[in-house]
Antibody, heavy 115, light 115 residues
Framework: DVQLVESGGGLVKSGGSLRLSCAASGFSFRTFTMSWLRQAPGKALEWVASISGSSSYIYYADSVKGRFAISRDNTDNSLSLQMNSLRAEDAAVYYC????????WGHGTLVTVSS | QAVLTQPSSLSALPGASASLTCTLRSGLNLGMYKIYWYQQKPGSPPHYLLTYKSDSENHQASGVPSRFSGSKDASANAGTLLISGLQSEDEAVYYCMIWHNSAVVFGGGTKLAVL
């Protein structure tokens, strides 16, 4: 079965950094584009970033460009999101998801940003 | 004007049909886009339902009942998620999504109440 498990969330001060991870299993990880998406409490879904299977193509939402970096390690089936210069508006549950259609999602990890 | 617009709420009776719309911003060619649909229940990650571009190019997620279907209304420049034979378990927020200019865009979501 496809499984995606996020970790690394927590409480961080505004301006601080955090690194999220997503452990993938149950599928050929290297062949799938992977994405990070987020959802602030009571708000709609928001896409953060996507990375192709070989890491050749990387895309970011304008809201995080220059502050966040998505990466992957196909040797240990993991996806990462390095988040720097965090702002209050970055507070959300962060999900990793598989493929262009986001057909599988993890359960998310909560990021809280304090001032 | 937002890229994708969804009505914020919709209510329908059990056993009836519900048509959830996802309107593309004026100037965007509906025919060029695959529209993805997700269901999200409180406290859970989104669940991928289906993709619709045309009658010959569409995909139903494994395990999603056939009473969930997609379509397009060219006159309204909108994609539609049709749910027939509504059940209480269909009560959720439904999001549409497209890939636009190498970025993922979500609609604001429609909260469906099955009264």
């Amino acid at each position: 079965d496809v499984q995606l498990v996020e970790s690394g969330g927590g409480l961080v001060k505004s301006g601080g950094s955090l690194r999220l991870s997503c452990a993938a299993s149950g599928f050929s990880f290297r062949t799938f584009t992977m994405s990070w998406l987020r959802q602030a409490p009571g708000k709609a879904l928001e896409w953060v970033a996507s990375i192709s299977g070989s890491s050749s193509y990387i895309y970011y939402a304008d809201s995080v460009k220059g502050r966040f970096a998505i990466s992957r390690d196909n040797t240990d089936n993991s996806l990462s999101l390095q988040m720097n210069s965090l702002r209050a508006e970055d507070a959300a549950v962060y999900y990793c998801a598989r493929d262009y259609n986001h057909d599988y999602w993890g359960h998310g990890t909560l990021v809280t940003v304090s001032s | 004007q937002a890229v994708l617009t969804q009505p914020s709420s919709l209510s329908a009776l059990p056993g009836a049909s519900a048509s959830l719309t996802c309107t593309l911003r004026s100037g965007l060619n509906l025919g060029m886009y695959k529209i993805y649909w997700y269901q999200q229940k409180p406290g859970s990650p989104p669940h991928y339902l289906l993709t619709y571009k045309s009658d010959s190019e569409n995909h139903q997620a494994s395990g999603v009942p056939s009473r969930f279907s997609g379509s397009k209304d060219a006159s309204a420049n909108a994609g539609t998620l049709l749910i027939s034979g509504l059940q209480s378990e269909d009560e959720a927020v439904y999001y549409c999504m497209i890939w636009h200019n190498s970025a993922v865009v979500f609609g604001g979501g429609t909260k469906l109440a099955v009264l």
